[in-house]
């Protein structure tokens, strides 16, 4: 009996692991333009999807998007469902202290949006009573807690950016506060500039907000030092630029 | 009660179970619970759980009510739509039905531009009345169907016996068919609410934070991922426990022989 | 891109085929979720079989753990459960293959919800066949073991073709329950049918166009599952009497 049962779970085994077993990059499973979205296919799209592709082809892996649950992104990785994390997920020192971060390989500001019609300000004095959407277990998420909750007069989580988005053109909230360029692509939006404008980027707090971007590892995986130099390879020979080029009319690395 | 818990096999059981619950008081991360605002979250989140099963579940019953005599004795006019609505109901799932109508409502909004000066609009603003809409409806739904043999239960003989004493309609429906077929339904009900307390946690979707949605904050928060669960199942496996026992003492106070 | 967006889109090709069609997606979210919903169904009735029989005919401490089972899983919200057994059940099938020396295997997210589904419907259906085994009348048996069966033969020829007809309606419940909590795994990231719908209506922002789709598609299973348990239980209750009396 038990070699059966063996038996059936090393047939399993085969059935699901290939030969060199492929990466398994985690994707936040909700749209989050320019970075990762489905398209009408079902195949994953974005800026980040051809930086993933373009780190995958210099370092000879074979990767696989899995997309995930956002809320659920880091268990996923610690207990062994993916392998990567790959969802514009921020270092902080907070996360640093369950997982490892490669180097960053982008960075960009927070933003803060409004209503159309709105007069405030991107910091607390001018987000006094108002209502603040933001998405779960996000740098953002904690910076709102830090800065506005004690002034606001109430802070919504979402499950993804885009709930929240939708939200505030629905008129439930007042600000949403989200990474500037994924915000950016919603207020290009028809939806987006009927309802909303930027009221301006957050004052950065590198603590809270992090330190730019960077792949989900767990602690102590060897992959690290390979995805570090795939990334500084594509630094130097060209292949970043010519991605961001194609998505962006402006450099994403930050300083 | 006392003899069938002293049984050896029941003692070892439940000497392995203390063994298990010791190991899981000493051993596991429960640091988080030590904060204040958590704690606090925490019984927020459990009065919003308890808060939203009642409310709906008695305005869910409330409107059942009708869909179900519709059924059982209305016009065919008002009898199929109230087919239809408790099939379309029970036919798809609650998140879905919860998710039309806080996000498709909602994206409603900006088309009718004079509903923001409205009085209602601080309302309509929040998630509540949405979570409340769709899960009585849900009740609704369901609870029909169950009134609904609950109404063709009651004994024919009773209606006609009320009938030839002159009852006005309205007098044998509140005298004699409604009662008796609540009477019929109340263990049936009490199942029902813990089915709908087992529902709420689908709010916390919409930004509610009941006590899955102040679980799902905790764990993103501290990264921990067994520990708040398991106070969560615990917190529900009481309230069911308390839900139970209350509509068991209801039956006892309700005489439960029909005739 | 080279699809318009989605507010010029005329509901059709939003829910066609097309480059610009979202209706390969949904489709093939519906066939996820019936795939799961059937999975999780079978697997669940195996239990339900093995916890009916456990609960009656079992050991006192097998009709205690049974209990315990049933009980837990009936007062537990599906949606938690499937969060915790989410993590634990590859969590733990790993550190119990790796305690014995193999590798970690990386169950398949299909499997995964397969197993935490069958693992609610386990409990529901353990109650449904414990009732309906023990509407059989004793009687028969009683004179099923008068004569000398065996109680594997009792259990063959007597008691699953006379508890057929009383577990039918019951059983048809939990296979509508079953296609319904497949709605609960997008929670957690599967991508099935409601998934499918709030991606492809959050990208286009057309609600009203998928949502209703959605809803039809699963109406569709409900109706045909009604229908086809409905023709289940007259050919189960085929010699008997009817149920008007």
């Not at chain 1, 108002?130 to 909750?149: C, M, P, R």
């Not at chain 2, 068919?177 to 029902?192: F, Y």
Request: net charge neutral; proline share 5%; hydrophobic share 50%.
């Amino acid at each position: 009996m038990k070699n059966l049962v063996l038996a059936a779970f090393a047939a399993l085994a085969i059935g699901t692991a290939a030969d060199a077993a492929p990466l398994k990059i985690g994707v936040a499973a909700e749209p989050y333009p320019p970075f990762t979205s489905p398209d009408a296919n079902g195949n994953w799209v974005g800026w980040e999807v051809d930086f993933m592709n373009a780190i995958c082809k210099q370092a000879a892996l074979e990767c696989v998007i899995t997309p995930t649950a956002w809320d659920g992104i880091i268990p996923a990785l610690t207990s062994g469902q993916i392998d990567v994390i790959m969802s514009s997920m921020s270092i902080t020192s907070e996360r640093k202290k369950t997982i490892d971060f490669s180097d960053k390989y982008y960075n960009t500001p927070a933003m803060i949006m409004v209503a159309k019609d709105s007069a405030a300000t991107p910091d607390a004095a001018g987000l006094t009573g108002k209502i603040i959407g933001v998405q779960v277990s996000t740098v953002h998420e904690a910076y709102t807690e830090k800065y506005f909750a004690p002034v606001a007069s109430e802070v919504k989580t979402y499950q993804t950016q885009d709930e929240a988005n939708q939200d505030l053109a629905a008129g439930r909230l007042d600000a949403a506060m989200a990474d500037s360029v994924a915000l950016q692509v919603f207020l290009d939006s028809d939806v987006g500039k009927a309802c909303c404008k930027s009221a301006g980027m957050a004052a950065d707090d590198k603590e809270i907000l992090g330190d730019g971007v960077g792949f989900g590892l767990r602690k102590g995986d060897p992959l690290l030092a390979t995805l570090n130099d795939a990334i500084k390879a594509i630094r130097a020979d060209g292949t970043y630029d010519a991605i961001t080029k194609t998505y962006f009319a402006f450099d994403v690395y930050g300083e | 009660m006392r003899k069938s818990l002293l049984q050896p096999h029941r003692i070892v059981l439940m000497a392995i179970a203390v063994l298990l619950v010791g190991y899981c008081v000493l051993k596991l991360n429960w640091s988080w619970l030590a904060e204040p605002k958590y704690q606090v979250l925490i019984v927020q989140g459990i009065w919003r759980s308890i808060w939203l099963t009642v409310v709906t579940m008695a305005i869910g019953m409330v409107l059942a009510i009708p869909i179900g005599l519709a059924q059982a004795a209305g016009p065919w006019w008002l009898a199929i739509p109230a087919r239809v609505f408790c099939t379309v109901i029970r036919g798809t799932p609650l998140l879905m039905q919860l998710w039309l109508v806080y996000y498709g409502v909602g994206s409603l909004f900006p088309s009718i531009p004079w509903i923001k000066d409205s009085a209602l609009w601080p309302i309509l603003r929040q998630a509540w009345p949405y979570a409340v809409l769709a899960l009585s409806l849900s009740v609704a739904g369901y609870e029909g169907e169950v009134m609904r043999g609950a109404f063709r239960g009651v004994p024919h003989g009773q209606l006609e016996a009320a009938k030839a004493m002159g009852m006005p309609r309205l007098a044998i429906f509140r005298r004699v068919w409604l009662p008796q077929a609540l009477q019929r339904v109340l263990p049936t009900i009490g199942g029902e609410t813990v089915l709908q307390l087992k529902s709420t946690p689908l709010a916390s979707t919409i930004t509610i934070m009941e006590i899955y949605g102040v679980v799902g904050k905790i764990r993103s928060n501290t990264l921990i991922i067994y520990e708040p669960m398991l106070l969560l199942a615990l917190i529900y496996i009481c309230m069911t426990g308390v839900i139970v026992l209350l509509f068991r003492w209801f039956e006892s106070r309700i005489p439960s022989r029909v005739a | 891109m080279s699809c318009l967006p989605a507010s010029q889109l005329s509901s059709l090709t939003l829910l066609g085929f097309g480059e610009c069609g979202w209706g390969a997606t949904l489709l093939w979210g519906f066939a996820n979720s019936i795939l799961i919903a059937i999975g999780a169904y079978g697997l669940g009735f195996v239990t339900g079989v093995a916890g009916a029989f456990g609960k009656l005919y079992g050991g006192p401490v097998g009709k205690d753990l049974w209990a315990l089972y049933t009980t837990l899983v009936r007062a537990v919200p599906e949606l938690v459960l499937i969060l915790i057994l989410y993590y634990a059940v590859p969590g733990l099938l790993n550190e119990l293959l790796i305690s014995l020396g193999y590798a970690r295997i990386d169950l398949p997210q299909f499997l995964t919800g397969v197993i935490v589904l069958a693992f609610v419907q386990g409990a529901y259906q353990t109650e449904v066949l414990r009732g309906a085994i023990l509407a059989v009348p004793q009687g028969q048996i009683e004179a099923a073991r008068a004569m000398g069966m065996s109680p594997f033969q009792v259990a063959r020829r007597i008691i699953f073709p006379l508890m057929t007809s009383n577990a039918v309606p019951g059983l048809g419940n939990l296979w509508l329950n079953a296609t319904k909590d497949t709605a609960l795994l997008a929670v957690i990231g599967f991508s099935e049918l409601t998934k499918a719908t709030f991606q492809a209506s959050a990208t286009t922002k057309a609600f009203f166009t998928f949502y209703p789709a959605a809803m039809a598609l699963y109406l569709l299973i409900s109706l045909t599952s009604m229908y086809g348990f409905g023709r289940i239980e007259k050919w189960s209750r085929k010699g008997q009497r009817s149920l008007g009396g």
